[in-house]
């Protein structure tokens, strides 16, 4: 999108065009219908098991929060460092 404007005693110019971010048609919600989310907000991730949290067509309250996979670091004999994920 371009716009330039230019303004003198008189006038007030404007030039430009603007278009749509998106071509699609915004869900008309009736609020009457309003479904909240009434699950746990907190997530720990899992290295092997999928989780799915029921949030599809409802509203949330707060912010989901996503807390990283359990690990921990110990210095090895050779110098570094073994890293223990999933604890």
Do not use: C
Request: charged letters at 20%.
């Amino acid at each position: 999108m371009t716009i330039r404007a230019s303004i003198s005693e008189a006038t007030l110019r404007i030039e430009g065009s603007l278009s749509p971010a998106s071509n699609r048609i915004p869900a008309i919600v009736d609020p009457s219908d309003d479904v909240y989310y009434e699950y746990s907000y907190d997530v720990t991730t899992s290295l092997n098991e999928e989780q799915i949290l029921p949030t599809k067509n409802k509203y949330l309250t707060d912010d989901i929060v996503i807390h990283p996979v359990p690990s921990t670091t110990t210095l090895n004999p050779s110098g570094g460092y073994t890293l223990y994920i999933g604890q």
